[in-house]
Each structure stands twice: as structure tokens, then as C-alpha cells.
T-cell receptor
Framework: AQSVAQPEDQVNVAEGNPLTVKCTYS??????LFWYVQYPNRGLQFLLK??????LVKGSYGFEAEFNKSQTSFHLKKPSALVSDSALYFC??????????????FGKGTKLSVIP | GAVVSQHPSRVICKSGTSVKIECRSL??????MFWYRQFPKQSLMLMAT?????????EQGVEKDKFLINHASLTLSTLTVTSAHPEDSSFYIC?????????????FGQGTRLTVV
């Protein structure tokens, strides 16, 4: 089965500083990787995905992620953090489900706190 | 992007009663919908996958008689928590995949906070 790992439960960063939320993956074959953000008591919002092509993927709200095959990583980044970026971030990988379709397998999530 | 609407956003029910949660894809057809459960400060746990017109496939450890899933149309899936108990209190999230987008990303509903008293 495919899996992703988010090694940090929490990341704190000062407003205006660059932020990185880490994700590593374990897959057989080519990975389909995703980042989602969740605000309190809300569902998940799609940020970006990597399927193929350029290793640097640009997504919503100024976020980007770098796919690194040699390090099996897909870290989420933003050049300048905003207080409104404070939320729970999930990395996910597409996995083959028992229902004959693809499903997402999520990491445990990383809570990002941007300090004013 | 595609919109998935989940209703209700919040529900409180008494022990022993049943609660139905709806998940609708508003502007696309979703042949496959997923139901997740999320405990506080934890990740999403996939409960089941439902394909339109067929029975849902449940993950190991999820009671199919307790969590009834119906996916009767390409835009609607429902999750019914039967004979609810306080331990069923949780945040339930649905997601749907737009079959017109190459079967890659999924879109999520806003979630339902279920509290069983």
C-alpha cells in the first residue's frame, strides 16, 4: 500500500517568514501526491497536486511543493507566511482501493501556526 | 473548482436514534464518493467507498450495519449512523471525485460534526 508520513505534528513560523511543511512518501510506481488544508470544523480544501512533469508544483494561496524523487519527499512551501495560513495541513497519496477505484491515503497532519 | 456540499454541518442526537448525513456534488458527476471519520487532532480515517448504483465497500473494522451508505445517484451519497452511541460522536467528512477530471484529485464536503448525547 502507498503511504505518506508527516514527521512534524506542529510547525511554528513568524509572519512574513518562509514556511515548510514536510511530507515523505512510500509508493510503488509513480506517485500521485496531494496537499490539502483544513480549517477548524471544516472539510479539506485542495491546495495542489503532483502527477508528472515539473518537480516544482504551484498551487492555491501562494503555496508550492517540490517533488524530490531521490529523497522521496513532497514538502509544502510558501515564501512568506500569513497569519491566515494557520491551519491543519495534510499530505496525501493516491492509493488503489478495494472498490476498484483509487482513494486517498492521508498523513496524520501538521498543524501550522503563524505567529504575528 | 468543483463543489461538494455536505449537510447538516452540525447535528446533536440522542443515543439510540439514527442520523442521516448527505453529500452532494453540486456541479459535477461523481461516480465514486468516500466517507471519512476524523477524531480530534487526528488524520482522516477512510470508512467506506461508494460507487453509484452498487454497494459500498467498507474498510476493515467499520461496521456496515451501523454506518449505512447509499449512493443512489451520480450526485448524492448518504451516510446513516444507526442506533447512535456517544462513541460515534465525531467529525464526518465526505469527498467525491469528478470523473471528468481524469480521476485524480478529490473534492471534500465541509464536514458534519455529530454529537450523540
Amino acid at each position: 500500500a502507498q503511504s505518506v508520513a508527516q514527521p512534524e505534528d506542529q510547525v511554528n513560523v513568524a509572519e512574513g517568514n518562509p514556511l515548510t511543511v514536510k511530507c515523505t512518501y512510500s509508493v510503488s510506481g509513480n506517485p500521485y501526491l496531494f496537499w490539502y488544508v483544513q480549517y477548524p470544523n471544516r472539510g479539506l480544501q485542495f491546495l495542489l497536486k503532483y502527477i508528472t512533469g515539473d518537480n516544482l508544483v504551484k498551487g492555491s494561496y501562494g503555496f508550492e511543493a517540490e517533488f524530490n524523487k531521490s529523497q522521496t519527499s513532497f514538502h509544502l512551501k510558501k515564501p512568506s507566511a500569513l497569519v491566515s495560513d494557520s491551519a491543519l495541513y495534510f499530505c496525501a497519496v493516491r492509493d488503489y482501493g478495494g472498490a476498484g477505484s483509487y482513494q486517498l491515503t492521508f498523513g496524520k497532519g501538521t498543524k501550522l501556526s503563524v505567529i504575528p | 473548482g468543483a463543489v461538494v456540499s455536505q449537510h447538516p454541518s452540525r447535528v446533536i442526537c440522542k443515543s439510540g436514534t439514527s442520523v442521516k448525513i448527505e453529500c452532494r456534488s453540486l456541479d459535477f458527476q461523481a461516480t465514486t464518493m468516500f466517507w471519512y471519520r476524523q477524531f480530534p487532532k487526528q488524520s482522516l480515517m477512510l470508512m467506506a467507498t461508494s460507487n453509484e448504483g452498487s454497494k459500498a465497500t467498507y474498510e476493515q473494522g467499520v461496521e456496515k450495519d451501523k454506518f449505512l451508505i447509499n449512493h443512489a445517484s451520480l450526485t448524492l451519497s448518504t451516510l446513516t449512523v444507526t442506533s447512535a452511541h456517544p462513541e460515534d460522536s465525531s467529525f464526518y467528512i465526505c469527498s467525491a471525485r469528478d470523473r471528468g477530471l481524469g480521476n485524480t484529485e478529490a473534492f471534500f464536503g465541509q464536514g458534519t460534526r455529530l454529537t450523540v448525547v
